[in-house]
């Protein structure tokens, strides 16, 4: 990243979000286009054809207000609908329904932390606007044949576009207000925002300027990065670029470019002069809306606790780690999740009195045996699952039971699974599969077989390599089924090898 | 096909028993009425829906427009489909590229348009009712050039879903009828809120026939000087129709006046700029790709995406449909939409207030509906602005989503229908009705029917 010291990114975002409603847009089909045939939940009024007529869906209009809010967007007293006219087979009507100059959401802004340098940093990014529009049908181009195939399941999907002031300075800071945003979408429960699989798909504005410069260099757009990773690796190909150019004294060309992330670099797709003419025009089938008449304090009420929010509580008021806090709150069930086995940790006879002690036992068990279960029960992303309403209480005695010394993540393990798997009673069942405790002497001989079972670590850790110890706590560790504390049986074996 | 000079497209329906018919719709009853439908109106019943366009020519819709829905709903039969200006542009039915109607108080004249063959069917007795659309004057000029009462109700009282779209500003649905108390029955039967059409207006239908007093008692009918300043002039017999009607409603208890709308003069401007441009977009659906007319139905046809739409487009559209499609997309693009567009909205506005302005002193306004008895074929079809000019009492109203009936008001001494328009303030259809059906009384010209 040579580059990155001689220019100054400025990354602008355009953001589509796909709102999970259960009805289409304009109409009243099924919107959950997953798994349906092609054309399947289609009718008149997303087919285009003559004489259907386009009705707003009420809750997608609440949820772009929604959205606008949490996104600290004003909200104008009256927005309408415009018509963005253009031919293409995947838009049945010849023209999108979108927003032109009444969009749901004016300038607001946008506040996150990341860690940089080890510090945690306070972003704050400017968003332009969000509006309201339908989404496209799909088109796909079988290998060989002289045609294409439309699908028009999707036309009609409500999408949310947001876009941001030009901001952001570098990749790693615009895919980490994608993840924010995708968050926040999550927290809002109006999108899946899963990147992979097109409910959030953004493109970028980047442009280089030296630093301290006022004016904005000219801009590329770089299309359709439809990952977390495409979008930091395709921005930084496209600064690479950029800055190459004007390293050669060459100026850049504003263009549409897109990624080929098999050749990691940008790619020109349609230069400037391709531009279209939409011909914006308010939509005439759709009278224009008052958001103040939709209830808008209803929705300012509804607006749960925003994750940069959360983030921050969890961090002061439960001693959690940074990166802890960003895993435990990753949704708004996780956030419930975390909360509920709180309370069940801190209640009950073993119950554990230190806050932050009872986090922390939470997280670990959490995001540690709590993760695998789910992988392996649901081989998914554990983030996108409803935790059982057991469960909480469950992680809360079994944090308990850490707290307590009975059990090391290594004993817990193993009997968690078994309870969560088989549905017992947590309590009955930590108590019964116990582990024995390891007197002190035990514990001797046991180190004392694992360096007799080991002579070469033993010699190379004497010999001075430091790692070869490993292999003997390995051993203890094993020959213990756990129940052993690790660093404990490393200072033993250390102490009896010196 | 139809006959050379039919009001339908597609079959002819066998004449009806109108004496059944009619003893149905004395009693406010629309059971076994048989209907004609303008084609653009969608029916799933197994006819095309054309809109009288090649474009549409092989079209059947899948579904029932809301109109078709409760008229069905109300035991109305329909029995056709009737001939239109090609996508409703027009305003003698010349456009239509799918077959010729002809007036049928003379065959040498033109039926008005659009809803020309909607008109004619009325007309000639073949049914009852009919329905057609109303853009611009498209159901009150040919019930004038066809002697029948044509109603236009306020913008946003009848739905519009099913109705193929022109204008959506502008279009509604509207009733052809020989007389106002059918029309007060079929508007009663389509009036009210839709859920699929969101332009439509939840508000209270009244029982328009119980408004039917056969007085206007109470009434102030006011008289816009400015329709009588027309470029052109009013034809002497229509202007003689309107004295006339004047003293027909002092001695019904109304007070007549004049009253000014001083913007009238732009009207059509107005219309032929917004009208264009949501046409223009209304069309872009007719594509060569989903349905319709498409180049690529022709197997050995080979072309570029681009190809499929400029010659699907050339092929299916008429010529006065690809007018206004270019005259839309001018005034809408970029650098332009301030000047045209934009400006032309201003200007709606303008004459909407003129309007309202006219109904703090009157209930209803007296116009002509047409400045001329019906032209012949051929006479203005080289002449878009002539043609245009065919419009210039009934866009106004048009223009402000006013609610507005065409009744006959006799004959100029060819013999040809003169209609007269009363115009009524927003949901007002009752009051239009009512002073409709008073004039109405004191003639019989309602009763007459073309030479067979």
């Given at each position: 990243m040579s580059g990155a010291s001689r220019y100054e990114a400025v990354i602008g975002l355009e953001i589509h979000v796909q709102l999970r409603t259960k009805s289409k847009m304009f109409c009243r089909c099924d919107n959950q286009a997953d798994g349906a045939k092609p054309n399947e939940l289609t009718c008149p009024v997303c087919l285009g054809l003559p004489g259907a007529l386009p009705v707003p869906n009420r809750t997608a209009v609440e949820w772009a207000i929604k959205a606008a809010l949490a996104l600290g967007c004003a909200i104008p007293d009256e927005s309408k609908f415009d018509r963005k006219q253009y031919f293409y087979p995947d838009l049945p009507k010849g023209y999108q329904i979108s927003q032109y100059d009444q969009p749901f959401g004016g300038p607001g802004t946008f506040e996150f932390d990341m860690v940089e340098d080890g510090k945690t940093v306070t972003k704050q990014i400017g968003i332009t606007r969000l509006h309201l529009e339908e989404d496209a049908g799909k088109l796909t181009h079988p290998k060989g044949a002289d045609y294409s195939l439309v699908d028009?399941?999707?036309?009609?999907t409500p999408l949310a576009e947001i876009v941001t002031e030009p901001d952001l300075r570098s990749p790693a800071e615009a895919k980490r207000f994608l993840q924010e945003l995708r968050r926040l979408m999550r927290y809002l429960g109006i999108s899946d925002a899963d990147m992979e699989k097109g409910h959030l798909r953004a493109d970028a504005n980047i442009s280089l300027r030296k630093p301290g410069e006022k004016k904005l260099g000219t801009k590329t757009e770089l299309k359709n990065l439809n990952s977390f990773r495409f979008v930091e690796r395709g921005l930084a190909a496209e600064i690479e670029r950029q800055t190459e150019l004007l390293d050669a004294g060459k100026s850049v060309d504003q263009e549409t470019r897109g990624f080929d992330e098999d050749g990691n670099r940008t790619v020109s797709q349609r230069g400037k002069e391709e531009a279209h003419d939409y011909r914006y025009f308010p939509e005439p089938d759709i009278p224009p809306l008052e958001p103040k008449a939709l209830g808008i304090k209803k929705l300012v009420k509804g607006l749960p606790e925003l994750p940069v929010e959360v983030k921050r509580r969890f961090i002061t008021e439960y001693g959690l780690q940074p990166d802890q806090a960003e895993l435990l709150t990753d949704s708004l069930d996780d956030v419930e999740y975390f909360e509920a086995s709180l309370k069940a940790a801190m209640s009950g006879k073993n119950k554990i009195n230190d806050r932050t002690k009872a986090a922390q036992n939470i997280s670990k068990i959490a995001y540690g045996i709590g993760r695998q279960i789910m992988t392996k029960k649901m081989l998914n992303s554990f983030m996108e699952l409803d935790w059982p309403g057991s469960y909480p209480s469950v992680t809360g005695v079994g944090a308990r039971y850490l707290a307590s010394g009975e059990y090391t993540m290594s004993t817990l393990n193993p009997v968690m699974e078994r309870i969560w798997e088989e549905d017992l009673d947590p309590e009955k069942t930590l108590e019964k599969e116990k582990p024995q405790k390891l007197g002190q002497s035990d514990l001797d001989k046991i180190i004392d077989q694992a360096i007799a079972d080991n002579p070469k670590p033993a010699a190379d850790f004497k010999a001075g390599n430091e790692n070869a110890k490993q292999v003997i706590v390995g051993a203890v560790m094993k020959a213990t089924k756990g129940a052993a504390n690790a660093r404990e049986v490393a200072q033993l074996v250390e102490k009896k090898l010196s | 096909m139809a006959d050379a000079a039919s009001p339908y497209l597609g079959t002819v329906p066998k004449p009806a028993d109108i004496g059944v018919a009619r003893k149905a719709l004395d009693q406010g009853s629309l059971q076994s009425v048989p209907v004609a439908m303008k084609d653009i109106i969608v029916t799933a019943d197994g006819r095309k829906s054309t809109a009288a366009s090649k474009m549409l020519a092989p079209y059947g819709s899948p579904y029932d427009a809301t109109v078709v829905r409760k008229m069905l709903k109300a035991g109305a039969e329909v029995v056709g489909k009737t001939n239109l200006d090609e996508f409703a542009m027009g305003a003698s039915t010349e456009n239509s590229a799918l077959g010729k109607t002809v007036n049928p108080w003379d065959p040498e004249r033109v039926p008005g348009g659009s809803s020309g063959g909607s008109a004619a069917a009325v007309a000639s007795r073949s049914v009852p009712v009919a329905l057609g659309t109303d853009t611009g004057g498209s159901v009150r000029q040919p019930a004038a050039f066809c002697g029948v009462v044509g109603l236009k109700p306020t913008y946003?009282?009848?739905?519009?879903?099913?109705?193929?779209?022109?204008a959506s500003s502008l279009d509604q649905a509207g009733t052809f009828t020989t007389t106002v108390a059918d029309a007060a029955t079929v508007l009663g039967t389509i009036a009210g809120p839709d859920?699929?059409?969101?332009?439509?207006v939840d508000r209270e239908v009244p029982d328009y026939r119980k408004a039917l007093t056969g007085d206007v008692k109470g009434l102030t009918v006011g008289i816009p000087k400015e329709y009588f300043e027309v470029e052109g002039g009013v034809q002497l017999e229509i202007g003689e129709a309107i004295e006339q009607a004047k003293g027909d409603l002092r001695k019904a208890g109304a007070k007549v006046v004049d009253v000014s709308l001083p913007h009238t003069k732009y009207a059509v401007s107005v219309y032929y700029l917004v009208m264009p441009a949501e046409a223009s977009s209304n069309l872009a659906r007719y594509d060569g790709i989903r349905y319709g007319h498409s180049v690529e139905r022709d197997a050995d046809w080979q072309g570029s995406l681009e190809d499929v739409y400029f010659q699907s487009r050339a092929q299916g559209f008429g010529p006065e449909v690809q007018r206004r499609i270019m005259l839309g997309t001018y005034a809408l693009s970029a650098g332009y939409y301030d000047a045209y567009y934009k400006k032309a909205m201003q200007v709606r506005t303008l004459v909407t207030r003129d309007f309202e302005q006219a109904f703090e002193k009157v209930d209803l306004l007296l116009t002509p509906t047409t400045p001329t008895t019906a032209f012949k074929f051929e006479?203005?079809?080289?002449?878009p602005l002539a043609m245009y000019l065919a419009d210039i009492f009934t866009v106004p109203a048009s223009l402000a989503g006013l609610p507005a009936v065409s009744v006959p008001a006799g004959f100029d001494k060819q013999n040809l229908p003169i209609g007269l328009q009363l115009i009524g303030k927003h949901w007002g259809e009752a009051t239009v009705l009512r002073a409709a059906h008073a004039y109405e009384q004191r003639h019989d010209w309602h009763t007459k029917e073309p030479p067979r």
């Open positions: 028009l399941n999707r036309a009609g | 946003g009282r009848v739905s519009r879903y099913g109705l193929i779209a022109m859920p699929l059409d969101a332009t439509s006479e203005k079809a080289d002449d």
